[in-house]
């Protein structure tokens, strides 16, 4: 006779472990030999740099010096080919010194900036479907990346003073612009009235650009439409812009580049060296930006553009929402080092006479003997610089980055 096992003999599933196993928790040996490696590595700098400092000091008594900073407020006695603030060959070190550094931020800005907006187009060109576009795109990196970024500075400066027409036959193009062997003139705005004014109002409008875009992405979690952000600012600031204006708070005019002489006055004035440096550094960034870019939209799922399409997405729209915000994530640290590097790389206007602050440095060696004072205060500068750079991509990365991951 058949016998019906008992129901309850029956197991119901795969036997559970009786506890979830855990990582072991370091003794207190492991912890400390964790914590005495950095400790040790500190030290050792440390002692390293005293021992440089201390041959330092030493061979500097040898030879009758010190370390000292008081020339900084001696009589330079030379001057700079151009300046962003006024300047004399009576000045002082210290003020020479102030006019490097904002030559320099100017030049590593503008390269920045270009040098971004060239490497976004070539790396999307370089994912593009056209045969001939992507290959342009890819020689175009290929050549930048394998030419040393002085040799093609010191040829485009020398194309543009021995290719350039003379003053008295500059080249014109658009609103009054001139182009000749003495530099780029371009009309320029002057605030005749209400300078300060108009400086505030500028500050609260970036400073409110924020806050409008937090508000659009809160307002997108609420109701899954985000309103436009760029529209509306740019319309709001030239509605300021035009009340100041026409009520005569503030009074702008424009300086336009006119040939007086054997020269031109009036409108902003580039120098060759300023422009060539500009030039040169943004296209040999460009280059490896565009690479960087390139890497990034490579890296986002191919899935992600089918989507897009399939939802009804231009080309346009697909890069802009889908794409890049995710190639982001990709871009961000590297392009840290390329800025940081774009910055470094400014130093090279020391072989075409730019006024950068290697070049005032090394003008400034040569006159009062005192290069590691000055090498001193160069590295702070990069250095400081260079950090500020990198806490930034930082922030950027902790914000773009995948929350929960």
């Known amino acids: 006779m058949y016998s019906y096992p008992n129901p309850m003999s029956i197991p119901s599933g795969p036997a559970m472990p009786e506890a979830i196993s855990r990582p072991p928790v370091p003794d207190w040996r492991t912890r400390l030999r964790a914590a005495l490696w950095p400790i040790a590595l500190f030290i050792g700098v440390a002692v390293l740099g005293l021992i440089i400092m201390r041959n330092v000091s030493a061979n500097l008594a040898a030879a009758g010096m010190e370390i000292d900073f008081s020339f900084l407020w001696q009589e330079a006695g030379f001057d700079v080919s151009e ?95 001139q182009l000749s062997n003495r530099g780029l003139f371009l009309p320029w705005p002057v605030v005749e009235h209400g300078g300060d004014l108009l400086a505030v109002v500028t500050v609260l409008w970036l400073a409110a650009a924020p806050f409008w875009s937090r508000a659009a992405r809160r307002q997108q979690d609420r109701t899954g439409r985000r309103p436009p952000t760029l529209l509306p600012l740019l319309g709001i600031g030239s509605a300021i812009l035009a009340v100041l204006l026409l009520s005569g708070m503030v009074r702008v005019a424009w300086s336009f580049p006119v040939l007086q002489g054997f020269n031109i006055s009036g409108g902003m004035a580039l120098s060759l060296q300023f422009t060539a440096l500009v030039v040169a550094l943004s296209v040999y960034h460009g280059g490896q930006i565009g690479a960087i870019v390139r890497g990034g939209i490579v890296a986002t799922s191919t899935g992600q553009r089918e989507a897009a399409l399939a939802l009804g997405l231009d080309w346009f729209k697909t890069m802009r929402l889908i794409v890049l915000p995710q190639a982001l994530r990709v871009i961000t640290p590297p392009l840290g080092n390329q800025y940081s590097n774009l910055l470094k790389n400014t130093s090279i206007a020391l072989a075409i006479g730019y006024s950068d602050l290697l070049s005032v440095v090394s003008t400034s060696i040569n006159q009062t003997f005192r290069p590691i004072e000055l090498m001193m205060l160069v590295a702070l500068f990069f250095l400081t610089v260079n950090m500020l750079i990198s806490g930034l991509v930082n922030w950027l990365d902790h914000a773009f980055r995948l929350k929960g991951r």
């Open 83 to 177: 300046s962003l603030v006024p300047y004399t060959p009576r000045d002082t070190y210290a003020r020479v010194l102030l006019v490097g550094i904002l030559n320099t931020l100017l030049a590593a800005a503008i390269v920045l900036v270009l040098a971004s907006a060239i490497g976004l187009v070539v790396g999307i060109a370089m994912t593009s479907s056209n045969w001939l576009v992507r290959t342009l795109a890819h020689a175009y990196v290929e050549l930048l990346r394998n030419l040393p970024k002085l040799l093609i500075l010191i040829a485009l400066y020398v194309l543009m003073v021995r290719g350039l027409p003379h003053v008295r036959s500059a080249w014109s193009g658009p609103f009054g612009a």
